[in-house]
């Protein structure tokens, strides 16, 4: 059975530091990787997806890096904002799962002005 | 991309009774599927709806407890019935869309409290 873990479960760091999530998977068979956003009332927003074949993708201040082999994954943002605070979700869809998502429970950030 | 609305947002109920939420997206899709987030929890898959065929449910998941019905490509709703403190979450449908890249649309979730 996939299971999925997010370290730290809550961070907090002042507005304009760099700072990394982490995700770890234990079966590396996956589809692929997503990582979304969680506020409070509006539901989840997909920030980055990475295919099974890939290693990173960027989008902005953010980048996500997948290592399938070692079943971890990383997201990194960089000059964080007051705008950033929210629920971190690492999820993964594994191989021949039919879109199935697995979540870990997530990492609440707080940016602090 | 794709809009999900939920009703209700959230709500108050007793325990024994039964409570249907609604999902609505504004475009067709094939696939749709009903979470649930417990509190402290991750979010869990509870069944995927397809439109024309049953529901299929996950382990631990069962269609007495969380009947759901698919009437149409844009609609389907989640029934929680026989509640009890322990179905307190937060339910979410989301969609599978694929435009340039595979990925699912969540609605904003229906916060349910059971006393």
Known sequence: KQEVTQIPAALSVPEGENLVLNCSFTDSAIYNLQWFRQDPGKGLTSLLLIQSSQREQTSGRLNASLDKSSGRSTLYIAASQPGDSATYLCAVTLAGSNYKLTFGKGTLLTVNP | ?115
Do not use: H
């Open chain 2, 1 to 115: 991309s794709a809009v999900i609305s939920q009703k209700p947002s959230r709500d108050i109920c007793q325990r024994g009774t039964s409570l249907t939420i609604q999902c609505q997206v504004d475009s067709q899709v094939t696939m749709m599927f009903w979470y649930r987030q417990q509190p402290g929890q991750s979010l869990t898959l509870i069944a995927t709806a397809n439109q024309g065929s049953e529901a299929t449910y996950e382990s631990g998941f069962v269609i007495d407890k969380f009947p759901i019905s698919r009437p149409n490509l844009t609609f389907s709703t989640l029934t929680v019935s026989n509640m009890s403190p322990e179905d307190s979450s937060i339910y979410l449908c989301s969609v599978e869309w694929t435009s340039g890249r595979q990925t699912q649309y969540f609605g904003p979730g229906t916060r349910l409290l059971v006393l």
